[in-house]
């Protein structure tokens, strides 16, 4: 049985997005949550696949533990998920709150303005703890939507974080997100049977677009990672604005 009653050209263009997502994953190491999420709006309510994303996730961690360990920069990894603690439970109660456009407009608009600091190649200094804790604090809120990844790659790159400690460093601290918010969003009664269900049957696409973006990461150079980072911001937030408006 198809999950949250999709058809089964609907599971397709998910299970689409998912090898996709996957790939983006493997490479950038990040952006793999809202892209799903961006494939699954196309076609149905994306935010049941919230915590579906996030289970994954955790499974694809440990295929890609041996070969980030040595770059991850713990220090950072901490400091963010200190704010992060924070910061899901926030996002977890806020969802049930906002209507879902207007949720997703906003949202859209927010990742649209982090592309623009990209592209104008915003600069800053490298960051202490009260920055860094703030982050987190966003990260986590924006966690509930499953796109909390996008203000730490955008934080990373104005930072200019070496792009294997940057992929490092996110994966790390998205594990440490996301079994934090797991128990918080099964507490809300987010996660249902099909999550596990749709968890399931998606790993392997999944896992075959990881294993094809963790070869072309080994290929990549830094100008080719910033801008498919950028690239990767832009299609994500016309996206979800498009959707939102519709």
């Given at each position: 049985?198809?999950?949250?009653?999709?058809?089964?050209?609907?599971?397709?263009?998910?299970?689409?997005?998912?090898?996709?997502a996957?790939?983006?994953?493997?490479?950038?190491?990040?952006?793999?949550?809202?892209?799903?999420?961006?494939?699954?709006?196309?076609?149905?309510d994306?935010f049941p696949?919230?915590?579906?994303?996030?289970?994954a996730?955790?499974?694809?961690t440990?295929?890609?533990?041996?070969?980030?360990?040595?770059?991850?920069?713990?220090?950072?990894?901490?400091?963010?998920?200190?704010?992060?603690?924070?910061?899901?439970?926030?996002?977890?109660?806020?969802?049930?709150?906002?209507?879902?456009?207007?949720?997703?407009a906003?949202?859209?608009?927010?990742?649209?303005a982090?592309?623009?600091?990209?592209?104008r190649?915003?600069?800053?200094?490298?960051?202490?703890?009260?920055?860094?804790?703030?982050?987190?604090?966003?990260?986590?809120?924006?966690?509930?939507?499953?796109?909390?990844?996008?203000?730490?790659?955008?934080?990373?790159?104005a930072?200019?974080?070496?792009?294997?400690?940057?992929?490092?460093?996110?994966?790390?601290?998205?594990?440490?997100?996301?079994?934090?918010?797991?128990?918080?969003?099964?507490?809300?009664?987010?996660?249902?049977?099909?999550?596990?269900?749709?968890?399931?049957?998606?790993?392997?696409?999944?896992?075959?677009?990881?294993?094809?973006?963790?070869?072309?990461?080994?290929?990549?150079?830094?100008?080719?990672?910033?801008?498919?980072?950028?690239?990767?911001l832009?299609?994500?937030?016309?996206?979800?604005?498009?959707?939102?408006v519709?």
């Amino acid at each position: 049985m198809i999950p949250f009653g999709l058809t089964g050209l609907e599971a397709a263009l998910v299970a689409l997005g998912m090898v996709v997502a996957g790939y983006v994953r493997g490479y950038s190491g990040f952006g793999f949550a809202a892209l799903v999420m961006s494939f699954a709006a196309l076609v149905t309510d994306p935010f049941p696949f919230v915590p579906v994303v996030i289970l994954a996730d955790v499974f694809m961690t440990a295929g890609q533990a041996r070969g980030i360990w040595p770059h991850i920069d713990w220090r950072r990894v901490g400091l963010l998920f200190a704010g992060a603690a924070l910061g899901v439970p926030a996002g977890v109660v806020a969802i049930g709150w906002v209507p879902l456009d207007l949720g997703r407009a906003v949202l859209s608009l927010f990742v649209l303005a982090m592309c623009g600091m990209l592209l104008r190649g915003w600069r800053i200094a490298p960051q202490g703890r009260g920055p860094h804790m703030a982050v987190g604090v966003v990260s986590g809120a924006a966690n509930a939507m499953a796109v909390g990844g996008l203000p730490v790659a955008v934080f990373f790159t104005a930072q200019g974080v070496a792009p294997v400690v940057f992929r490092a460093t996110v994966i790390a601290y998205f594990t440490a997100l996301d079994l934090w918010s797991i128990p918080v969003m099964a507490q809300a009664g987010l996660i249902s049977r099909d999550s596990f269900v749709a968890t399931g049957l998606g790993l392997p696409f999944m896992l075959l677009g990881l294993w094809l973006g963790g070869r072309r990461f080994v290929a990549a150079s830094p100008q080719d990672f910033r801008r498919f980072a950028i690239l990767l911001l832009a299609v994500l937030s016309v996206l979800g604005l498009a959707k939102a408006v519709m």
